[in-house]
């Protein structure tokens, strides 16, 4: 991917070409995206052929020399080349309408003799998940990949090609649509692994040293996440439906594959759910942390007060100014020992103080056994919280019903 693109498409906004009132089907590159380098396979059971081209004309050259040929298209800054391609395998415009406007939803289309199929590619090639879209026509005897940018997760697909591993040189159409969609799949793999281990690292954090940056990362990872949930939800669904209806683009043997590619992407859905419950719950255990961290402050403020009212009591009631000359008046400030006096009440009233409040558990460590009856109540406390949540059994779910007896 370009640099201005990955910049543009990290602010995720939605723009559309084509502007109000334009025709059906009209295409409107984008001025900013990179220029369209134009590359094809063309492949059998026993030949291979692949070559970059500078004009469309040489693909239409390059068709029926094989039974298969793949072209695929990196960057949609010329309308020009996306409208030479279209019609050079009588694409429908409204497709191609799509194919430029980049915030399309993963989905499938059926034409009369080809497969429209829009799904989305992620990487974390600058640390920073980026999304394009990748459109594709599955014909019978060809496959039109279109991408945003340079640079996709189909390199591997390109090796089993080159190097005639697996089944893909000696299966039609179907089967190669297939490994590019198994690729893109694949490729999340790898990156919701990386949001896993940046999640465990803000675990980490959060219950040793929080701060406010901490707070900051989890939200982003929380914005990725959701972000691939956008992208891999609905490819579900277009998996689903190459794998499950009659397309004669598909053969039967084909969609087992797919059957399995469906699977991998219920598990990343699976795994992209549980990490963004994570993130969520690191995000109320960093203000429980914080509030935690706040009662300990207020804790020991507390108590540093609690101990100085007394000896305040005690030096104030000595301050006072009274008539030393009466008898009734303050007699032991005539006494000898009257400052030593003062000062062993006042240290008395401190440790007897600090005695108390080690005897509750609010300073110092924690006895097991208090530590276990604290354990217990909050488990307890838990417990009531989560039956609290739980909806009452209807009147047909009693314990004394008949079904039940």
Known sequence: MSKSSQRKRRKARFSRRTKPGDLPGTIRADPAASAPVVHVISYGPDQFLEKRVAHCQQVADLLGKAPVTWI???GLGDADTIKTIGELFQLHPLALEDVVNTHQRPKVEQYDDYLFIVAQMASLATGRLETEQVSMFLGKNFVVTFLEDPGDAFEPVRQHLRLKQGRVRGAATGYLAYALIDALVDAYFPIVEEYGERLD????????????????????????????????????EVINNLSR?????IDAETRIYLRDCYDHTVQIIDIV???????????????????????????????????FMPLSVIVGLYGMNF???????????????????????????TGGMLLFFRHKGWIGPRSPERQERAARAAMRKREEEANAKRPAPGPHHGVGDEGEE
Not at 209 to 223: Q, S
Not at 277 to 298: F, G, K, P, Q
């Open 72 to 74: 695929n298209v990196e």
């Open 201 to 236: 690292t803000l675990e980490d954090e959060v219950v040793d040293r929080p701060d406010r940056t901490t707070i900051a990362r989890a939200h982003r990872v929380k914005r990725s996440l959701r972000t691939l949930r956008r992208a891999v939800w609905p490819l579900r």
């Open 273 to 307: 759910e549980t990490y963004r419950e994570l993130d969520a719950d690191l995000t109320d255990l960093y203000l429980s942390s914080l509030s935690n961290r706040l009662n300990e402050v207020m804790k020991v403020l507390t108590i540093i007060a609690t101990i």
């Open 245 to 249: 209806n009659q397309h004669e683009l």
């Open 323 to 349: 008539d030393t000359s009466s008898p009734f008046n303050m007699p032991e400030l005539h006494w000898k020992f009257g400052y030593p006096f003062v000062w062993v009440w006042m240290a008395a009233s």
